[in-house]
Nanobody
Framework: QVELAESGGGLVQTGGSLRLSCAASGRTFSRYKMAWFRQAPGKEREFVAAISRYGSTTDYADSVKGRFTISRDNAKNTVYLQMNSLKPEDTAVYYC???????????????????WGQGTQVTVSS
């Protein structure tokens, strides 16, 4: 089992940047594929980015490609989401999630992920 805690959210102007962090408990962080999702008010939770267990594979939603970068540091049990060129439509609660499946494919569906953090609010003002 793993516990996840996000940080780094806040209020930023359009065009600005934020870096989200997700710290994981336990000694087996590298066993998990990790992802970021987000949920805006009144909308379903949606996939943002995912990364394989050792970082060799990443995937992004089309809406964030070229602006967001997911990375991980297994020595620090942490996954990051660097968000640049932020837009008002990026406003949401951002969640990190862990997938304990041993396969190589990174999943984009919420149902594939076994553990979730509590979320961190990102607000982009216009």
């Amino acid at each position: 089992q793993v516990e996840l805690a996000e940080s780094g959210g806040g209020l930023v102007q359009t065009g600005g940047s934020l870096r989200l962090s997700c710290a994981a408990s336990g000694r087996t962080f590298s066993r998990y594929k990790m992802a970021w999702f987000r949920q805006a008010p009144g909308k379903e939770r949606e996939f943002v980015a995912a990364i394989s267990r050792y970082g060799s594979t990443t995937d992004y939603a089309d809406s964030v490609k070229g602006r967001f970068t997911i990375s991980r540091d297994n020595a620090k049990n942490t996954v990051y989401l660097q968000m640049n060129s932020l837009k008002p439509e990026d406003t949401a609660v951002y969640y990190c999630a862990a997938d304990q499946d041993s396969g190589g494919i990174v999943a984009v569906s919420t149902t594939a992920y076994d553990y979730w953090g509590q979320g961190t609010q990102v607000t982009v003002s216009s």
